[in-house]
């Protein structure tokens, strides 16, 4: 048999025939088909997921020649990446209805990003993890110039693209210094060549280098970060809270598994790159929110910062580290995509607002919902018991285990300046005086994913286990015991 | 052998030269004119290398699609061509000094490239003479078995951008009369022609 192992990628397949078939029941029902395509995607992304656990394998297997690896982690990421895409589709539904630009392209250009998304996270070569990013940006250059008639959200997608082009070039220079230097792309054979090698040539660390510089470009972290608060205030809002979501997982899954995985061996050499890369956006993240007043562009720095947080774990080089990026992100996501389903919420007779001023008196107005807005601000400051505290706590734990201090200790002072101006939010809820009440309703999507996202990051402490123990899992089938 | 370096250089000289006329022609037509030159001479050299089926790709896809793309969008985008050149002048020190910087560092990573022992070999072994396989059958093997992962994703990619394409461009206009050849040929002539008897000395 010429390629064994391939019900390994059933899920992928599936995505990609399952865009494809999505495509053409929207082309042939004509315009008015946005409605039914977005939620025949959601059903998609949600087979995929199960079809993902379903063929998960224990240990790690290979596919079509090395190319793709399957195992626990892939999984663990995988399944992330398809409820949080799936969840992005539901918050632009009634958006985009609104807005009217509702086209049955977008849900089917989110299912192909979150395929190019599981292609990345299982890449087990250079090539196919180039490949799979290229097929993730694209499709987000797209979704975030997606209002095409507004100057604002064609700006994003423009500067989106060019910006990811100039990454990915910078990705692919790397990719090839590694290839000239190493004599192969396959992950398998980079780890082999680099555990044990008692000094690496120059060449090969420039090359890692630049894979690292396009990988935190696709992050945003610190200092490849200038696109993401134009392109988070230009885009949609909906497009916002999906590239704040699933993409940001991707990536930093895909950080810690080319960095952990095949340059496992030069630990030395990466981690000084992310420690400077996780204490500039942690800074960066915490002193250039406060100054904002457009809650988009003030999640687009807290996204900085939170990223910094997470490549503090990763900064560690140990398993426990690993372990806490994984909890970290997902945390974060359930947290970001709560506080976007309120941020949609606001409207105010039926146009969308989105400046910090106009939550004053949300409190009075919308009780509930200031609520759960006050979960995810005190969780995204780091107040326990909510789920954003213990996230910082498993990251912190690592980095001090590590033995950087330092490191811990700026995360530290940085959470407390953070804390401003997430606090700041519920001050303007709680304690202003109402001047223009929003609409009281939101829909009802948005009621429950901002309800189940809340219960979620108020009850985590309870069973905190759950997640922890399965990003154990995953790490350990990454590195190998 | 004499014969293969006189036609390697004449084509690596050609192709260096048009590639320098490329950025120096004035006329942005003749910029694309010399690139469709410096193609047909990289093929050349793909032909003098044992690749034929590289160079047939590169005259087709560049010269036929790309090149001829490109003279489409020179000569319809009126752009003005003489103003971009403006600032030529004015970010020729900064960018001649980052671009020395980039020389510095490249030239110090070369000089430390040690080249693996296999790679000598493999730089000298031709292709397995005696095997029946040209070119082309042996590139379709590889993209079809170990590469067909990566073959099938970038087909995705080209999907991805046909459908970004058509999003960001397609618009649907009202009032737009387009040919409907159905309606058009069940036209009868009694739906479409009536005939007026008109008499003499008045009008219709």
């Given amino acids: ?481 | 052998m004499i014969l293969q370096a006189i036609a390697f250089y004449l084509f690596a000289f050609i192709a260096v030269a048009a590639a320098v006329m490329v950025v120096t022609a004035r006329n942005p037509v003749h910029s694309v004119l010399f690139l469709v030159l410096t193609f047909f001479n990289a093929a050349g050299l793909f032909v003098l290398t044992g690749a034929e089926f590289l160079a047939m790709i590169l005259v087709i896809v560049y010269v036929g699609a790309v090149a001829v793309l490109f003279l489409f969008v020179v000569m319809m985008l009126d752009i003005n061509f003489v103003e971009l050149r403006e600032g030529f002048q004015r970010y020729l020190p900064i960018g001649g000094l980052i671009a020395a910087i980039l020389l510095g560092e490249i030239v110090f990573v070369g000089g430390i490239w040690a080249v693996a022992p296999e790679v000598r070999g493999a730089l000298t072994e031709r292709v397995p003479e005696g095997s029946a396989l040209t070119n082309t059958e042996m590139l379709g093997r590889l993209l079809y078995t170990k590469y067909v992962y990566l073959f099938q994703l970038a087909g995705m990619v080209l999907f991805v951008a046909m459908v970004g394409a058509i999003v960001l461009t397609l618009r649907q206009r009202p009032g737009v009369r387009k040919q409907k050849i159905g309606e058009q040929v069940r036209r009868r002539r009694d739906e479409t022609v009536e005939l007026k008897q008109v008499r003499p000395g008045e009008g219709v």
Avoid at chain 1, 30 to 41: F, Q, T, W
């Fill in chain 1, 1 to 481: 048999m010429i390629l064994p192992n391939l019900e390994y990628a059933a899920s992928e397949m599936f995505v990609a025939v399952a865009a494809m078939v999505l495509l053409m029941i929207g082309v042939f029902r004509g315009e008015g088909s946005a409605r039914l395509v977005s939620a025949l995607s959601i059903l998609v992304l949600a087979a995929a997921a199960a079809i993902t656990v379903w063929m998960s394998p224990g240990e790690s297997r290979m596919a079509f020649a090395g190319m793709f690896v399957s195992n626990g982690y892939t999984t663990f990421l995988k399944v992330g990446i398809l409820l949080a895409s799936a969840v992005g589709i539901v918050l632009s539904v009634g958006y985009n209805a609104r807005e009217a630009i509702e086209r049955f392209e977008y849900p089917v250009l989110i299912v192909l990003a979150a395929l190019g998304m599981m292609v990345m996270v299982s890449a087990g070569d250079l090539l196919s993890l180039y490949i799979g990013l290229e097929l993730q940006s694209l499709s987000l250059y797209v979704i975030a110039a997606i209002r095409r008639d507004s100057v604002k959200s064609s700006e994003a997608g423009l500067k989106y693209f060019v910006l990811g082009a100039l990454a990915s070039g910078m990705l692919l220079f790397g990719a090839s210094l590694v290839y000239g230097f190493a004599g192969t792309t396959a992950f398998a054979g980079l780890a082999a060549q680099l555990t044990g090698a008692s000094a690496p040539s120059v060449g090969l660390v420039v090359g890692l280098v630049l894979v690292m510089v396009g990988l935190a470009f696709k992050v945003s972290a610190v200092p490849f970060h200038m696109w993401t608060p134009d392109v988070y205030e230009g885009a949609p809002t909906p497009v916002t809270a999906f590239f704040a979501a699933a993409p940001k997982l991707a990536a930093m899954g895909l950080f810690v598994s080319v960095l952990a995985g095949p340059f496992g061996g030069l630990v030395k050499q990466w981690s000084q790159i992310v420690i400077v890369l996780a204490i500039a956006s942690m800074v960066l993240g915490a002193f250039a929110a406060i100054a904002q007043t457009n809650i988009k562009r003030l999640m687009a720095y807290s996204s900085i910062g939170h990223i910094g947080y997470a490549l503090v774990g990763l900064a560690s080089g140990t398993k426990d580290g690993y372990s806490a990026v994984l909890v970290y992100m997902a945390i974060y996501i359930v947290m970001t995509l709560g506080a976007f389903a309120v941020i949609l919420a606001m409207q105010r007779s039926g146009r969308m607002v989105e400046e910090i001023g106009d939550l004053t008196g949300l409190s009075r107005t919308n009780p509930l919902m200031a609520a759960m807005m006050l979960i995810f601000m005190f969780s995204m400051a780091g107040i326990p018991p909510l789920a954003g505290f213990y996230a910082k706590l498993y990251v912190f734990l690592a980095a001090v285990e590590a033995e950087l201090y330092f490191l811990a200790v700026i995360g530290l002072v940085t959470s407390v300046v953070g804390a401003y101006y997430y606090i700041r939010i519920v001050k303007v809820m709680y304690f202003d005086e109402p001047e223009d009440a929003l609409d009281p309703r939101p829909g009802r999507d948005l009621g429950a994913i901002q309800f189940v996202a809340g219960m979620a990051t108020l009850l985590f402490f309870l069973f905190p286990s759950l997640l922890v123990g399965a990003a154990d899992t995953a790490v350990f089938s990454l590195t190998g015991g």
